[in-house]
């Protein structure tokens, strides 16, 4: 059992149209839903709703992550993925519940070691900024106000820029940049903040093979020094492959826990509904992997 594997089991979760009835077999007995291990988690979500103009779109979301894992977001467009990360981080204020993080902090106690990489389309490219300036931003939480950039701070973020290839770019406009390399410039900023909390909200997408394996490095490298990874990703061969936890999400929490416990076709059923297509072969590679 790796580190990431500790903590909450599964949690089933009824979906709001609760069509399926949910398989026994798929709850892990014997590990509650509750926070047992909140204190030594990385992130602790309880019991959380949030409403855009009074109109709930996450419902009751109650989940522990343990530190030192990869977690990955999973659930069908609308189904209140972004909307759980910026919960989490502040950014849309939560209807009800809380959330505590690194050892049961508030985000105000913890801010610089929390790092957000955003949704690419939310972002406005053509913004006159250069790729360094961009990634010098991911040093602002440890800097005193009005304080200059450190040796320390130039170091990190030259550090940062060429751990995801893209030091060549650094003084090329952001807008100027293929879908790819903006994911990398977001990537380099959140590596300069050092932080041992990372939000990404599809750092995958529209980004070619060379650079998925590039990300998928340093995801596995920031595990490595045991911090936590929590991204929004739509491929589940690759979650199933990567990662170590998955959230399904379809507005309420449909199941949490081991991936290969989340993604089951009972599961994804729930989560996407009738669009199964692509997800019957995604269940396949799963059984295919935990076979072999
Ligand atoms: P996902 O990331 O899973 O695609 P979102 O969290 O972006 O889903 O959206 C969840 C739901 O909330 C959707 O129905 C979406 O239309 C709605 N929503 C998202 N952002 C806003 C907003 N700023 N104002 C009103 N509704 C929103
Ligand atoms: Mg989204």
Not at 31 to 60: C, I, K, N, S
Not at 82 to 96: E, F, I, K, N, W
Not at 230 to 236: E, K, P, S, Y
Request: hydrophobic share 45%; charged share 25%.
């Amino acid at each position: 059992m790796s580190v990431a594997d500790r903590g909450t089991g599964t949690v089933d979760r009824n979906s709001p149209g609760d069509r399926v009835p949910v398989d026994p077999a798929s709850i892990v007995h014997g590990m509650p839903p509750g926070h047992e291990h909140a204190r030594d988690a990385a992130l602790m979500v309880h019991d959380v709703t949030v409403a855009y103009d009074r109109r709930p779109v996450l419902f009751a979301i109650d989940l522990d992550v343990p530190a030192g894992c990869l977690c990955a977001v999973v659930g069908p467009n609308g189904s209140g993925k972004t909307t759980l990360l910026r919960g989490c981080l502040g950014l849309v204020p939560l209807a009800a519940g809380h959330v505590r993080m690194l050892g049961g902090q508030r985000l105000d106690q913890v801010r610089a070691d929390v790092a957000y990489v955003p949704q690419r389309e939310s972002v406005d490219w053509d913004f006159p900024v250069s790729v360094r300036d961009v990634v010098r931003m991911g040093r602002l939480p440890h800097r005193r106000w009005f304080g200059r950039m450190t040796a320390e701070d130039h170091r990190r973020v030259d550090e940062a820029m060429a751990r995801v290839e893209i030091g060549d770019l650094a003084d090329r406009q952001i807008g100027r940049l293929s879908g790819g390399q903006q994911q990398r410039v977001f990537l380099a900023r959140a590596l300069a903040q050092d932080a041992r909390l990372y939000f990404m909200d599809e750092p995958f997408a529209a980004v070619d093979a060379t650079t998925e394996r590039a990300i998928l490095d340093v995801l596995r490298d920031l595990r490595r020094q045991g911090r936590t990874v929590i991204a929004v990703h739509h491929d589940l061969p690759t979650v199933a492959a990567f990662f170590d936890r998955a959230i399904l999400l379809n507005q309420r929490l449909v199941a949490y826990g081991p991936v290969d416990e989340v993604l089951t076709p009972v599961h994804l059923e729930r989560a996407y509904g009738g669009r199964l297509v692509p997800l019957a072969a995604a269940a396949d590679a799963l059984r295919t992997q935990a076979g072999g």
